[in-house]
């Protein structure tokens, strides 16, 4: 997980720049599922989870210098706000 703070006029960009750069990237990687982006409108607080098929694939994409790293310097250029990254097992509780 992923949290950053969008002012609300960098909201386009950043939804733009998931669309078409973030997204697509990370569909060439081993085991991307798909991602998810909750924003607050009250508090600008945002967040991206992105679902991976194991955890050897999340893994490889948190290495340093890869998708994980990629994403946030983007992000943090776009916004001017530091992001938090979080790691947080799923239980699928049926």
């Known amino acids: 997980?992923?949290?950053?703070?969008?002012?609300?006029?960098k909201l386009e960009e950043v939804e733009n720049t998931y669309l078409n750069s973030f997204v697509p990237?990370?569909?060439?990687h081993r085991g991307f599922a798909f991602v998810?982006?909750?924003r607050n409108e009250d508090t600008n607080e945002t967040f991206e989870i992105s679902i991976w098929e194991?955890?050897?694939?999340?893994?490889e994409s948190a290495k340093e210098?890869?998708?994980?790293?990629?994403?946030?310097?983007?992000?943090?250029?776009?916004?001017g706000?530091?992001?938090v990254i979080e790691t947080y097992e799923l239980r699928l509780i049926t």
Do not use: N, Q
Request: net charge negative; glycine share 8%.
């Open 65 to 79: 210098g890869g998708v994980v790293d990629w994403k946030t310097k983007t992000l943090e250029s776009i916004t």
């Open 36 to 38: 998810l982006v909750f």
């Open 25 to 28: 990237e990370m569909e060439k």
């Open 1 to 9: 997980m992923i949290g950053f703070k969008v002012p609300p006029e």
């Open 81 to 83: 706000v530091a992001t």
């Open 54 to 59: 194991d955890e050897d694939a999340l893994r």
